[in-house]
T-cell receptor, first 111, second 112 residues
């Protein structure tokens, strides 16, 4: 299983763009990169998933370089409600795959 | 948007008692999971379930734990004899590959 490494915490101010980088040096060919968000006492919530290059949806962008050994979650113009823990997860898409959660990145958005 | 539903949201039980945590996965999903999160700690994998059988389980998922899909909609986690250290948030998740998981909002289990 690919091990991921993320910063433990980050602070940002409202309106700023936040980039959270995750390293996954031993990512396998079939692995996808998925980011989740978790608020206190709630289940993790899917944000975005990608395999390579760039993926964008209505809430975030995911940048994956050609070697796929890292990825960056970009949150444009964060607000106070984006304060949460963000998890980078790596795994294949066979369905029986289990995600292994790390400690994630605790993002605190300040007014 | 389809949701994974978990009941109850909070359960308090006495040590040694049996508890059943219930989950209704998204209807067309085929893969089901239970995770738990002890307060202040990371989310831990317990078990995955596919085609009416356990696909994989972690070391945490010992003989005190069992899962069942009693009908076409529910997916349950049973803890036979609860211990204080079983106190945690328990999350159910489901997916139909190749999408990411959808997690439920969790059941907070408090063992006293």
């Amino acid at each position: 299983l690919a091990k991921t490494t993320q910063p433990i915490s980050m602070d940002s101010y409202e309106g700023q763009e936040v980039n959270i980088t995750c390293s996954h040096n031993n990512i396998a060919t079939n692995d996808y990169i998925t980011w989740y968000q978790q608020f206190p006492s709630q289940g993790p919530r899917f944000i975005i998933q990608g395999y390579k290059t760039k993926v964008t949806n209505e809430v975030a962008s995911l940048f994956i370089p050609a070697d796929r050994k890292s990825s960056t979650l970009s949150l444009p113009r964060v607000s106070l409600s984006d304060t949460a823990v963000y998890y980078c997860l790596v795994g294949d898409k066979t369905g029986t795959y289990k995600y292994i959660f790390g400690t994630g990145t605790r993002l605190k958005v300040l007014a | 948007e389809p949701e994974v539903t978990q009941t109850p949201s909070h359960q308090v039980t006495q040590m040694g008692q049996e508890v059943i945590l219930r989950c209704v996965p998204i209807s067309n999903h085929l893969y089901f999971y239970w995770y738990r999160q002890i307060l202040g700690q990371k989310v831990e994998f317990l078990v995955s379930f596919y085609n009416n059988e356990i696909s994989e389980k972690s070391e945490i998922f010992d003989d005190q734990f069992s899962v069942e899909r009693p009908d076409g909609s529910n997916f349950t986690l049973k803890i036979r004899s609860t211990k204080l250290e079983d106190s945690a948030m328990y999350f159910c998740a489901s997916t139909t590959a190749p999408e990411g998981y959808t997690f439920g909002s969790g059941t907070r289990l408090t063992v006293v």
